[in-house]
Structures are given as structure tokens and as C-alpha cells.
Nanobody, 125 residues
Framework: QVQMVESGGGSVQSGGSLRLSCAAY????????MGWFRQAPGKEREGVAT???????TYADSVKGRFTISQDNAKNTLFLQMNSLKPEDTAMYYCAADPGRFRSCPFWTSAYKYWGQGTQVTVSL
């Protein structure tokens, strides 16, 4: 079993930055895909960025050039550096992980077995 705990959310003004962290605990040695997802009120959860155990990354078009996903394998920690934040980035942000050996880590939520509890990001004008 794997537990995932996010931190780093908060409130910022438009154009500001935040760095989210996600610590993974437990049986983490075989995790392949890890990712960040977000869900705004009244909307479906959507993929933001993914990274696999080899370091390959993917990004949603809406965050390319502004967000950077990274990981510290030694500490089993996932990060999301968010720059140039916009009000439309406001959402609950979740980290997720799965041991599945996807060729390219997917953005659909059903592909991920382990989820954190979420951390709120609010961006104001």
C-alpha cells in the first residue's frame, strides 16, 4: 500500500508562484508513473503534469511553459513548480501514482491507483 501526502498549496495573486510537494510512503519502490491533477468546483478532475520513473514528463497544454514537474527519487517526493499563475489555475491539486508500466504516463484519472488528499491553490486577480 502507498500513502501520498500533498503540501504547499495556498493563495497567491495572479502572476505569482507556488511549489507543491507530494511525499509518498509505504511500498513505493515499483511506482512508475506519478502525476499532478486538479479539480475546480463543478468541473471534472484533469491531468496537469506527469513524470515517469525514467524522468520523462508530459504537460497539459494549459500549463506548458509555466509549470514544471520533478521528483526526488531518494526521498520519494514529487514536486510541481507553478509560475505565472492565473485565476483559472484555481483548484484542488492532487498527486497520484501507479506502478503500471505505461509507455507514456496518461492523464486519465482511472489509470492511477494511489491518490493524495489534495491541497488547495487559489489565484486571485
Amino acid at each position: 500500500q502507498v500513502q501520498m501526502v500533498e503540501s504547499g498549496g495556498g493563495s497567491v495573486q495572479s502572476g505569482g508562484s507556488l511549489r507543491l510537494s507530494c511525499a509518498a510512503y509505504g511500498y513505493t519502490y515499483n511506482l512508475h508513473c506519478m502525476g499532478w491533477f486538479r479539480q475546480a468546483p463543478g468541473k471534472e478532475r484533469e491531468g496537469v503534469a506527469t513524470i515517469d520513473s525514467d524522468g520523462a514528463t508530459t504537460y497539459a497544454d494549459s500549463v506548458k511553459g509555466r509549470f514544471t514537474i520533478s521528483q526526488d527519487n531518494a526521498k520519494n517526493t514529487l514536486f510541481l513548480q507553478m509560475n505565472s499563475l492565473k485565476p483559472e489555475d484555481t483548484a484542488m491539486y492532487y498527486c497520484a501514482a501507479d506502478p503500471g508500466r505505461f509507455r507514456s504516463c496518461p492523464f486519465w484519472t482511472s489509470a492511477y491507483k494511489y491518490w493524495g488528499q489534495g491541497t488547495q491553490v487559489t489565484v486571485s486577480l
